[in-house]
C-alpha cells in the first residue's frame, strides 16, 4: 500500500481496534516510529476558525464522505455511525490518516487541537454551515 | 419555449404535444409576454445545468448568450452530483448524492419525474439509445437501470464483493459509463473487479465480470470510440484496462509502477476520470498522490512524459479540438486552473478563477470553457484562445457544469 503513511502511536493496536483495521493496518502500525498523540484541547480554536473549520469539513471532508456526512467513498461520520469509535482515535485518523485507505492525514492544514476540535464536533453530531 | 407554452394555454392548448404540463411556471424570458414566434421557440443545443450544491438546485444556463435562464430546484442532496443528458438534449437526469434521481425538462424548466433509488449514489449513465438510464451506488452498492421515459425501474444488479467469502456483502460502484450496444461497465471499488452489464434484453441482464483487476479501482473511463475502458486504482500504482473489442474482454495493467519508490503525496480528493482527455494520439491522465499528469500514447499503451503541475490533479480535460489540456486541483491548491499546450506538453498559463474550483466544461466546439469556483459564487466563462475571462455568472456554490452536447457522445 502506498497511498499514505501512518505513524505508530501508543494506541496503535486499540486505535487499529476501533476503526476496525484489517491486518495491514495492524502490521503498519507496529512497524513504525512513535508520533505525538493530538494534544488535548486546551486551545479551542478561534470562532472565526471554527467556521473555517466548520466548512472544510462539510465541503472537503464532505467530497467523500458527503456533505451531510451521511457517507460516500469515505464512510459516514454521522454521530450514530461515530457512536462506537474513540475521540483520540478520530483525531488521530484526521490528524495523520489511515493506512491502507484513501484518508489521507490532514496535517498540512490542520493543527493538532483543531483535528481534536473536529473529532469532539464529529462525535457530537457535526454543526452545519453558519452555526458556533 | 416557455413563451409558446403560456401562449398555447391561452390559446387551449391545440395542436400540441401532450408533453405539456401546464402554464404556471412562468420563466424569465416568457415573462416579458413578447410571444412572438422567434422567441416562441428555442433549441437546446446550446444549454446546459450548473448545479447548486449547497442548496441542492439546478441552474439552467444558454451558453451562447452565456445567460441563467432559470433554475429548478427541489432535487435533494446535490453535494456530488452528476446529469447526463437525453438523446434529443431536451431532457436533463440528474443522479444525486441522496440517491435521487430526477429528471428535468430543460424547455419548459420543470422537474418532470423524480425517484428515491438508493440511500447513496455516485453518479449516472445513459444508455446509446437514449431508452435506459442507469444510476451507480454506493449503498446498496450495485447499479439500478430505469426507462428513460418513465424512470420506472427495469434492472437492480446489485455488485457483490465475494457471494462465497462475503455472502450479502455489496461492493460500492464507481466508473460507470455506457458502452455501444446497451451495455454499461462499472468497476467495484471494494472488490477489485470491473462489471460489463449487457441489458439488449432487459429482463435477462448478463453481466460478465473481471476480478482481480487491482486493488481499490476509484474511477474509470470509456475512451471515445467505445473500444478502452480504463479503471484508476487508488490502492496501487497504474491503471487497469480492457479491450471491449476482445472475444473475450481480459484487464491489462498500464503504467503500473508509475510512482515507485517515491513518496506519495496525500490526496485531498479523488481524481475523477470521467471527463478524460485524449488529445491526437496521446490521453492525459491524473496521477494518483503526485502533482503530475500523465501522458499516454493510446496505441501503445505506454507513458511517453509527465507534465509537473500545480497540485494533485482532480479533473484532466482537453480542449474539444485537444490543442489544450486543462486541469483543475484538490484543496488546497484547488484556486487554481492550468492549461497545458499540448503540442510543448507543458503548462502554458495558470489562472485563478476563484476559490474551490470543482468542476470545468468546454462548450462543444472548445472556444469557451466554464470553470465552476465554489467559495467564490461564481462560474466564469474563459475564451480558450487568449485564456481570458469573458463572462461571469453569480451562482450559489457551483459545482458540476454539463452541456447538453454530452449526449452525443459516448461515456458521457
New interface residues.
Given amino acids: 500500500m502506498t497511498a499514505q503513511r501512518l505513524e505508530q502511536t501508543p494506541q496503535g493496536f486499540g486505535l487499529a481496534r476501533v476503526l476496525g483495521g484489517g491486518p495491514l493496518l495492524l502490521a503498519a502500525l507496529t512497524a513504525n516510529a512513535a508520533a505525538p498523540m493530538p494534544a488535548p484541547d486546551v486551545s479551542a480554536p478561534s470562532p472565526a476558525r471554527r467556521a473555517e473549520l466548520i466548512r472544510m469539513v462539510r465541503q472537503d471532508c464532505g467530497s467523500c464522505h458527503g456533505m451531510q456526512l451521511t457517507g460516500g467513498l469515505g464512510p459516514a461520520l454521522t454521530r450514530e455511525a461515530l457512536a462506537d469509535k474513540s475521540l483520540e482515535g478520530l483525531a488521530i485518523t484526521i490528524y495523520q490518516g489511515r493506512l491502507g485507505t484513501p484518508m489521507p492525514g490532514w496535517r498540512s492544514m490542520l493543527s493538532e487541537p483543531e483535528a481534536q476540535w473536529i473529532a469532539e464536533r464529529l462525535a457530537a453530531g457535526f454543526p452545519q454551515e453558519g452555526a458556533r | 419555449m416557455n413563451a409558446m407554452n403560456r401562449r398555447a394555454c391561452l390559446l387551449g392548448g391545440l395542436a400540441l404535444p401532450l408533453a405539456w404540463s401546464g402554464c404556471a411556471a412562468v420563466a424569465p424570458d416568457a415573462a416579458s409576454g413578447a410571444a412572438t414566434a422567434d422567441s416562441a421557440l428555442m433549441g437546446t443545443g446550446d444549454l446546459g445545468v450548473v448545479i447548486e450544491?449547497?442548496s441542492g438546485s439546478l441552474a439552467l444556463v444558454n451558453t451562447s448568450s452565456r445567460r441563467l435562464l432559470g433554475k429548478v430546484g427541489g432535487l435533494g442532496?446535490l453535494?456530488?452530483a452528476s446529469v447526463v443528458f437525453s438523446r434529443d438534449q431536451r431532457y436533463a437526469f440528474v443522479f444525486g448524492?441522496?440517491g435521487g434521481l430526477s429528471k428535468v425538462d430543460l424547455l419548459t424548466r420543470r422537474l418532470v419525474a423524480r425517484v428515491m433509488q438508493a440511500g447513496?449514489s455516485?453518479g449516472g449513465a445513459i444508455s446509446a439509445d437514449g431508452t435506459l438510464v442507469a444510476a451507480q451506488n454506493?449503498?446498496p452498492g450495485g447499479i439500478k437501470v430505469f426507462d428513460a421515459q418513465t424512470l420506472a425501474l427495469v434492472a437492480d444488479l446489485p455488485a457483490p464483493i465475494d457471494a462465497v467469502k462475503q455472502p450479502g456483502k455489496l461492493s460500492?460502484v464507481?466508473g460507470l459509463v455506457d458502452l455501444p450496444g446497451r451495455r454499461f461497465a462499472y468497476s467495484l471499488?471494494d472488490a477489485d473487479a470491473i462489471c460489463i452489464a449487457d441489458l439488449s434484453d432487459v429482463a435477462h441482464p448478463r453481466i460478465t465480470r473481471l476480478d482481480g483487476i487491482g486493488r481499490?479501482p476509484?474511477d474509470a473511463l470509456v475512451t471515445p470510440d467505445g473500444r478502452h475502458y480504463i479503471a484508476g486504482l487508488?490502492?496501487?500504482?497504474g491503471l487497469a484496462m480492457v479491450d471491449l473489442w476482445d472475444e473475450t474482454p481480459q484487464v491489462r495493467r498500464i503504467l503500473g509502477g508509475y510512482?515507485r519508490g517515491e513518496?506519495?503525496l496525500?490526496?485531498?480528493?479523488?481524481p475523477h476520470l470521467r471527463g478524460w482527455a485524449v488529445a491526437g494520439r496521446h490521453a492525459y491522465l491524473p496521477a494518483?498522490?503526485r502533482h503530475e499528469v500523465l501522458v499516454v500514447d493510446t496505441t501503445t499503451w505506454q507513458e511517453v512524459g509527465r507534465i509537473p503541475v500545480a497540485g494533485q490533479p482532480v479533473f484532466v480535460i482537453a480542449r474539444p479540438d485537444g490543442r489544450q489540456v486543462w486541469v483543475n486541483f484538490a484543496?488546497?491548491d484547488y484556486h487554481r486552473v492550468q492549461v497545458i499546450d499540448t503540442q510543448q506538453r507543458r503548462v502554458v498559463r495558470t489562472i485563478e478563477p476563484g476559490k474551490?474550483v470543482l468542476h470545468l466544461e468546454f462548450t462543444p466546439r472548445g472556444e469557451s470553457v466554464w470553470i465552476s469556483a465554489?467559495?467564490a459564487n461564481r462560474v466564469t466563462v474563459y475564451d480558450t484562445q487568449r485564456i481570458e475571462p469573458t463572462a461571469e455568472l453569480a451562482l450559489d456554490a457551483p459545482s458540476g457544469i454539463f452541456f447538453t452536447a454530452r449526449s452525443a457522445r459516448l461515456g458521457f
Avoid at chain 2, 487508488?234 to 500504482?237: I, K, L, N, Q, R
Fill in positions: 450544491r449547497a442532496d453535494s456530488h448524492r441522496d447513496n455516485i454506493y449503498t460500492r464507481v471499488f481499490q476509484y487508488f490502492g496501487e500504482d510512482g513518496q506519495p496525500p490526496v485531498f480528493k479523488m494518483i498522490g484543496v488546497p474551490a465554489r467559495d
